[in-house]
């Protein structure tokens, strides 16, 4: 039988999926290092477990396939049937042993690359609906995807960094930090955070033009890491004082 090959042409998308199986192979590795006795241990994820953030990695790999399935096919299938469906699987899938969860987390995840494999480029632009109600195109999986296993490898908590993370995941994070911020407003009081890596040009803030709150300094790795709320090494505020947790994000 001859491989198939990956149908997308367009290049950029092309480098998010490579950095899509790259991750997954980091994410799998950090897995892999774990004894099974320290499953159970918590992750950096308030009142999750690791076996909890492992499940979901990989019912995360399942919600994804679907909205794949929804461009494939053109029928709506939604990231989760119901609001309490990603947490309701969540404490069921974090229940079972720990070869149940390994072969969720690997049989799902080829499944979604083989999905992102076989879809015809054409279909790619293909929009779709995430579990926030945004409406973006199928592509979008691919970076919600990366975000998922490269950050939810530092979650588990054994030696996973933002350090470790390609440069690109790193640069988009900047953005995506703010904007998911911005979209919390509407629930939770935010400040005008900027963000203002050393070694970059740029700066990324809530309010541009507006009096900024809190400037957080540092190299973008570890701005990003202090974005995500995975801690506060190497970063400082405007005042050279080591900030407070930033607001949650996701
Ligand atoms: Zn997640």
């Known amino acids: 039988m001859v491989a198939r090959e990956v149908q997308l042409k367009d290049p950029e998308l092309l480098e998010l999926l490579l950095i899509a199986r790259r991750g997954l192979s980091y994410f799998s590795r ?17 009142g999750w477990s690791r076996r909890a953030l ?49 072969n969720l987390h ?58 470790d993370f390609p440069k ?12 998911v911020w911005k979209r919390r407003r509407s629930e939770v009081e935010i400040p005008n955070i900027v963000l203002a890596p050393t070694d970059r040009s740029e700066r990324w803030m809530m309010d541009p033009g507006q009096p900024e709150d809190i400037v957080i300094s540092g190299t973008a790795v570890d701005v990003v890491r202090w974005g995500l709320g995975r801690g506060t090494r190497g970063v400082t505020d405007q005042h050279g004082n ?9």
């Open 30 to 46: 950090k897995v892999n290092e774990l004894k099974f006795s320290e499953w159970d241990e918590p992750s950096l994820l308030p």
């Open 54 to 102: 492992i499940a979901h990695v990989g019912l995360n790999a399942r919600a994804n396939r679907r909205l794949v399935e929804w461009a494939e096919t053109g029928i709506e299938t939604p990231m989760y049937d119901n609001p309490t469906q990603r947490e309701d699987e969540i404490d069921f899938y974090a229940t079972l042993n720990t070869q149940a969860i390994l």
């Open 106 to 163: 690997w049989h799902a995840a080829v499944d979604l690359d083989v999905a992102w494999r076989d879809l015809p480029n054409e279909k790619w632009g293909h929009e779709i609906r995430t579990a926030q109600g945004r409406l973006v195109p199928v592509s979008e999986t691919l970076w919600m995807r990366i975000r998922e296993v490269w950050i939810h490898a530092v979650d588990i908590d054994n030696g996973g960094d933002v350090h």
């Open 168 to 179: 690109l995941v790193v640069d988009r994070l900047l953005p995506d930090i703010i904007a």
């Open 242 to 250: 080591v900030p407070d947790k930033a607001p949650r994000w996701l």
